[in-house]
């Protein structure tokens, strides 16, 4: 069943270097579809994981401040939860720039990181962390359990739907967990996605789209069982699960997972009503967008934008805009500056540009990040800009 169809994009963290403007790009379609058996949203797969993924990765979770609170406060609640301690073995899949290990290390607890980019496990290697740069699935499971890495913890965050055979990613968890190890995922909550249109989270860096009893079916089919979940903020409304082996359940299930599945069911995520209007949605906040773009720049407005997020290369190549109607992005991560966005080709520029240019608005492109953006860039009401948002409508402010 048809989910969303946003056209085509390259992919969305595969930022140009001005040496790329003058060769063509990559755009693959980008369109989402539903199983009506299994409900799992997929996107229609054109591009590899490999080619996604590459040495040159730009995206560094640590330029996040409140992602780094985040990953803090995870840490001391699971340590405390699970009586972690130097004893124990971590292993955190995707680590990135080492974000999380960081908190992990600083509590003398052994622990690993799994990542394929080689550019964020450089950068978490600085951090005295050690990574295995591969990508996690059922071989590299084996491979590290030969080589003694048996997890108490296991901890994959925003990776569960950035891959392409899920199958094979979960049962790597259930092959290297301890028997009685705990691994936890946070993604995304599709429910989330679909009640405010946040149609921008649709990337070809998204694999999946993902609900609690999705997730739960899968993770029984390899191996693990569910037994707890937390509802989160971050990203625009996420989950974080709590699964354990199968063949090694000590843990009762608590409430809060027959409660959420409940809910899921009531919403009517499993029927194709559910899906039906999204891509109305979509083209609504897409056309209110290009109406006060064009509006600004017929009443002579200067409009630039905030962070190079992959869901802002998806808002901007869905609706066709480029430089003459967004100047430039400000981004504060040194390996996407001087670069250019993908697809619209706008300019990444640092956060200096913006006292230096004075823009009238400032659209933030990570509304997820609304609260820490609005707080660190509020000097720009001094000459009187505005910022503005797209997604879940178009909202301007103050």
């Not at 797969?45 to 640590?62: G, I, K, P, Q, W």
């Not at 591969?134 to 739907?161: I, P, Q």
């Not at 630039?304 to 609706?319: E, H, M, P, Q, R």
């Not at 966005?341 to 230096?356: A, C, N, T």
Request: hydrophobic share 40%.
């Amino acid at each position: 069943m048809h989910f969303v169809d946003l056209g085509a994009a390259p992919a969305s963290n595969a930022y140009l270097s001005p040496e790329d403007l003058n060769r063509p790009e990559q755009w693959f379609p980008l369109r989402v579809l539903v199983c009506t058996q299994c409900w799992l949203v997929q996107t229609e797969d054109f591009a590899r994981h490999d080619e996604l993924f590459d040495s040159d990765y730009a995206y560094f979770s640590s330029y996040s401040q409140s992602w780094l609170r985040h990953a803090q406060a995870y840490v001391q609640e699971v340590v405390d939860r699970f009586r972690l301690g130097p004893q124990s073995k971590v292993i955190e899949v995707a680590a990135n720039d080492g974000y999380l290990l960081q908190y992990v290390r600083a509590r003398d607890i052994p622990c690993l990181g799994i990542e394929p980019t080689a550019s964020t496990a450089a950068a978490a290697r600085t951090k005295g962390i050690e990574v295995d740069e591969s990508f996690f699935g059922r071989d590299c499971a084996r491979r590290l359990l030969e080589e003694g890495h048996a997890s108490d913890l296991m901890v994959a965050n925003n990776v569960l739907a950035h891959v392409p055979d899920i199958n094979d990613f979960v049962a790597g968890f259930a092959c290297l967990l301890k028997p009685h190890g705990v691994a936890t995922f946070e993604f995304p909550h599709l429910m989330r996605l679909v009640e405010r249109a946040q149609f921008d989270t649709v990337y070809h860096e998204h694999f999946s789209y993902l609900s609690l009893s999705t997730v739960t079916r899968c993770f029984a089919r390899n191996g693990l069982e569910v037994f707890d979940v937390d509802e989160l903020s971050t990203h625009g409304g996420s989950l974080r699960a709590y699964a354990q082996r199968l063949d090694c359940s000590g843990r009762r299930r608590e409430s809060a997972v027959d409660a959420l599945l409940e809910r899921e069911e009531r919403a009517g995520m499993q029927t194709t009503a559910y899906y039906a209007s999204f891509q109305a949605r979509a083209e609504r906040i897409k056309n209110d967008l290009l109406t006060f773009l064009l509006r600004a720049r017929y009443d002579g407005k200067l409009v630039a934008a905030y962070g190079a997020a992959a869901k802002g290369n998806t808002l901007l190549n869905f609706a066709g805009v480029r430089a003459d109607l967004v100047e430039f992005v400000v981004d504060r991560n040194p390996a996407k500056q001087d670069r250019f966005m993908p697809g619209s080709r706008i300019p990444i520029v640092p956060e200096e540009r913006l006292s230096q240019a004075r823009p009238d608005y400032l659209l933030l492109l990570p509304w997820n990040l609304r609260a820490e953006l609005e707080a660190q860039l509020e000097y720009i009401g001094q000459w009187g800009a505005r910022f503005v948002t797209a997604v879940p409508s178009l909202e301007i402010w103050p």
